[in-house]
């Protein structure tokens, strides 16, 4: 096209007709411009069909990212409140002059051991972390699910914000006390992961593990571990709301 454009020119020259030259000299430059517009258009198109399958891969990531995390802050928020409801069992028990349990107390022997437990979910973040330091966040062309993605995090930071501060008072508050006033190997529940190395033995010591009952040191302690405990199962709650919903716009836009 282009050379035959250029014969026209060149015969256009030989005849020493300048308009007619110049009527073909813009066609040909009209023509190498929509040559370059098509072109232009053509690499638009390309680079948003691999833009497309770069944000459907990511979803497809973060998709599976999530669902993995869903199962396990379900199951956090199970162990929370299996933990908030063990050391609340132990609250009748409590008072000046306490209505002491047998030696066997379940209660009392799953109360101390929750009194120990930190328990807390770590989420998988890998995939939103990538997608953050690359800035390939902005390949998700929906805003509202980039925002719930920027929601999850923060609700995520804030639960492991409450469960550090339950390991926090364990530590500097808890063990210290129980350590000064009971036997821990006679007082734990029969719980693997706690007392696997005690199973079946006791301490040849002797002491009455449950006068902590009668102490308000104690109560306040149990009372503040039951807060945090219901303050965590309420954060993994809001997790998990989250992570279903941001899980529902992911699959609604993948269709």
């Known amino acids: 096209m282009i050379r035959f454009f250029r014969n026209l020119r060149q015969n256009a020259l030989q005849s020493g007709n300048r ?118 966040i902005g390949l998700i062309k929906d805003q509202n699910l980039q925002f719930l993605i920027s929601e999850i995090t923060a609700a995520e930071e804030a639960y492991l914000a409450t469960t550090g501060l339950t390991t926090t008072y364990l530590q500097n508050n808890i063990v210290p006390y129980l350590n000064s006033r009971i036997l821990i190997m006679n007082s734990t529940a029969a719980i693997p992961t706690v007392t696997e190395d005690f199973e079946g033995k006791q301490s040849t010591f002797t002491n009455n593990s449950y006068r902590v009952l009668s102490e308000y040191e104690f109560e306040n302690m149990l009372s503040a571990k039951i807060v945090l405990a219901k303050q965590s199962a309420n954060a993994a709650t809001e997790i998990a709301d989250l992570y279903s919903e941001c899980i529902a716009k992911i699959r609604e836009t993948l269709n």
């Open 19 to 136: 308009g007619k030259y110049l009527k073909y000299a813009i066609g040909e430059i009209v023509l190498v411009v929509i040559g370059i517009l098509i072109a232009l258009q053509i690499n638009k198109w390309d680079e948003n069909i691999k833009a497309n399958n770069e944000e459907k891969a990511i979803l497809n990531r973060l998709q599976q990212e999530l669902s993995n995390n869903a199962e396990g802050i379900q199951n956090a928020i199970e162990k929370h409140e299996e933990i908030a409801d063990n050391l609340s069992s132990m609250l009748p028990l409590l008072g000046p002059n306490p209505q002491l349990p047998s030696e066997d107390s379940t209660t009392f022997k799953e109360g101390i051991t929750e009194m120990l437990n930190a328990y807390y979910y770590n989420p998988q973040t890998s995939v939103r972390k990538t997608i953050n330091n690359t800035g390939k």
